[in-house]
Each structure stands twice: as C-alpha cells, then as structure tokens.
C-alpha cells in the first residue's frame, strides 16, 4: 500500500518504520523534523517496559529520585522502583528518522497545505510536484493539518499550553514537579544529557501565555540564578488535553485515513504526557492499518480508558478539596509521613499504576496508610 505520513515527531516516524518493515511504501512529509518540543521529555516505566523503540541506543538520562512540590514549602521526595528516564526531542526525533530512511521510508520536507480526495485515496500537492497514495496517516500534533481536512479540529477548550526553556548545564538526577495554589497546570525541571529543560502547561486563556512566561521564568531565576536564562533557548507548543466530553466525538480515523498520538488527542489530561500514546497509537495502527474501525476501537481499549478516566479526575486534581485543604498539598503532605501512599504515589508518576485502578487501589490501602501514620513509617 502507498501510504502518506504528516508528521515526523515520534507517532509519525515510528508508525512509518512499522509500515515500512511490512512492506508498505512510506512517504514522510514534515517541514523542520527533528524539532525541539517545549516537554519535560519524561519517559515512563511502563514505555521503557513496552515500547522497544526505546531500548535502542540514543541519549536518555536515568532519572535516581523525583521531587514533588507544592508552592515553596512543603515536598516529597519518590525513588522509582523500576527505570524511569528523559530524553531530548530532538535527539529522539533524529534518531528515529534515521531508522526510517534506513528502513525504506521516503521523506520529503514540505509543509501540507492542501490534501484532494481521489475516488481510492489522496492526492497532496507538493513543491514542485504531487504525491497520490492510498492511505493518510496525520501525527501533524494538536493543531494537525490533517485532522482540521479530514475531521474535527481539537476545540480550544480542549487545548492546554507548554512553554519552556533549555538551559546549558549539567544537574544531579532528580525531576522536579512544582504544583502551584490556585494554578492549572504545573512547572517542571527534567535533567537531560547536557541541558536542564524547564517548562509549564496549563489551559489556555486569553493573556495568559505571557504571565506564564514571567512565573517560569521566576522559578529559574529562583534556582539558578539571575544569570541563567542568558543562553536558554524558549519553546510554546499547544498539547491536547480533552475533556470528558470531547472523548466522545473524538473522531480518529475514517476511510483510507487516521490520526495517531497528539493529533489524536492522545495525551494525558493531567500531566501532558504523551510519548507512551505516540509510540502505541502508532504500533496500533501499523498492524490495523486499512481497518479504521478495528483501529479506533483498539486505541480505546488500549489508550482511551485510561485517557478518559484522566480527564475525568481533572478537575478533582486540580481544584478539588481533601481534608479542608488543596487536594494536591493533602496528597503530598500525607506521602510525606506514608511510605505506603508514597509508593502509589510513584507509581502513578512512572505510568505502573493505572488511573482506572487507582480508586480500588487507594482503598484497600486505607488500613496500611493508616498504620503508616500512626506508627510514622516514611
């Protein structure tokens, strides 16, 4: 099959060697991969665990402890039981694009402005010439080209922004998460192979993308010093975060056509995380391709339960109340004095506790938090 892929980030590439090892000729169009992304770049347990992409041999940074704030005073610190890494976009975007040329695939840097429907498939211009294939593959991210031809665009509201910095330097191990009162979203610090990448997602509003600027940039100053953004390189990127009434008109694929990773709106609703669907939603439809239904309704087995259960502690995550306080501060503090809540705690950030699971898991682990409390076991 002729088979077109809009988009070179990690969903696109990986999905173009799949097809392409099965014998599919591959075209990839992107206009600047390998890119940049303002995101922390953090890669979960349960990726490194079943996404062999990740095995191979490109720059990643084995992370030894994270540390959870909120606001200035109060923190835990979780050492992961099983890998958790941080890789460079860049790095991993330049690796994958190798594999795909060696693995056959073709790719073009253009960018897509124009997309015909043919009676058995598409036809998209290109510079100096046009492609015609008979499958459209759109992993062009949250404001994809091929979703708003195709589909349905992402709504607005359904859209939270990153913005970050990339800061020369070398720094211990550790990723910092910093919860904020009274603020939707979260700052990072990811150490990375020679490079401290800071960042920030939250919902967007009208005017907020520059006070965001200035509370990140705060922060750092704050660590590192009034110096430090001096040779920082500054990235914004939307990433898709739907709410549990978008899943419902979700439309990912249709005939001779579908979306993968952030062009699906496959990220995490809480956190932004997206790298673990990327790379899934990509291994799905490689061994779906040409079967749109099959293909939807495995991503919803595999990733949509999850994503939407996300979506739906949203809001409790961010603005609920938990013993007359911010729910994120009560969590933290308790894991503070529960080395039981503690390791739930840890393995919801390295992806081994599922969102679906974690209600059940919390409470049959009542009776053990509580003892953890009263005998103060850390």
Same mark, same amino acid.
């Given at each position: ?8 980030? &990690?969903?696109?590439?990986? =999905?173009? $060697?799949?097809?392409? !090892?099965?014998?599919?000729?591959? *075209?990839?169009? #992107? &206009? ?32 030894? +402890? ?39 695939? *073709? ?20 510079? #100096? ?7 459209? /593959? ?28 990339? $800061?020369?330097? +070398? ?5 910092? $998460? ?5 603020? %939707? ?26 006070? =965001? ?6 922060? /750092? $100053?704050? %660590? ?30 249709? %005939? ?5 990773? #952030?062009? =699906?709106?496959?990220? #995490?609703?809480?956190?932004? %995380? ?5 790379? !899934? ?30 979506? !739906? ?14 729910? !994120?501060?009560? *969590? ?19 992806? +081994? ?26």
């Amino acid at each position: 099959m002729r088979i077109a892929v809009v988009g070179a980030g &990690p969903a696109g590439t990986w =999905a173009s $060697i799949l097809l392409a !090892r099965r014998g599919h000729s591959v *075209t990839l169009i #992107d &206009p600047q991969a390998p890119w940049e992304k303002p995101c922390g770049g953090g890669v979960t347990t349960k990726a490194l665990a079943t996404c062999a992409v990740l095995e191979s041999q490109f720059p990643k940074r084995p992370i030894d +402890n994270i540390k959870i704030y909120f606001g200035d005073k109060t923190s835990v610190s979780v050492t992961p039981q099983q890998p958790i890494a941080v890789v460079s976009r860049r790095d991993f975007g330049k690796y994958l694009l190798e594999e795909a040329l060696k693995s056959g695939v *073709t790719f073009i840097k253009h960018r897509i402005n124009h997309i015909d429907a043919l009676h058995d498939g598409w036809k998209i211009p290109l510079k #100096d010439s046009a492609l015609t294939v008979e499958f459209l /593959i759109g992993a062009d991210g949250a404001t994809s080209y091929v979703r708003r031809t195709l589909g349905t665009p992402i709504a607005p509201e359904d859209l939270c922004m990153t913005l970050g910095y990339f $800061i020369p330097g +070398n720094v211990p191990a550790t990723m910092k $998460i910093y919860f904020i009162p009274s603020f %939707e979203g979260y700052i990072w610090s990811f150490p990375r192979q020679n490079h401290i990448s800071y960042g920030l997602i939250t919902r967007t509003e009208p005017g907020w993308t520059a006070r =965001a600027k200035v509370l990140l940039s705060n922060y /750092i $100053i704050a %660590e590192l010093g009034p110096d430090a953004l001096e040779n920082a390189e500054f990235y914004s990127a939307p990433v898709p975060c739907l709410a549990p009434r978008s899943w419902q008109k979700n439309e990912i694929s249709g %005939e001779r056509w579908a979306l993968i990773g #952030d062009a =699906a709106g496959l990220s #995490d609703p809480i956190t932004g %995380e997206g790298i673990y669907s990327a790379l !899934r939603s990509a291994e799905i439809l490689a061994n779906t391709i040409g079967a749109p239904e099959q293909y939807r309704s495995k991503v919803m087995a595999d990733l949509g339960r999850e994503l939407i259960r996300a979506s !739906r502690m949203y809001r409790r995550f961010y603005r609920g109340r938990f013993l007359g306080g911010d729910f !994120r501060k009560r *969590t933290i503090q308790l894991s503070i004095r529960s080395r039981t809540l503690k390791g739930i705690l840890g393995n919801l950030i390295a992806g +081994n506790q599922s969102y679906v699971g974690l209600k059940k898991k919390l409470f049959f682990s009542i009776p053990a938090i509580g003892l953890d409390l009263l005998s103060g076991r850390r």
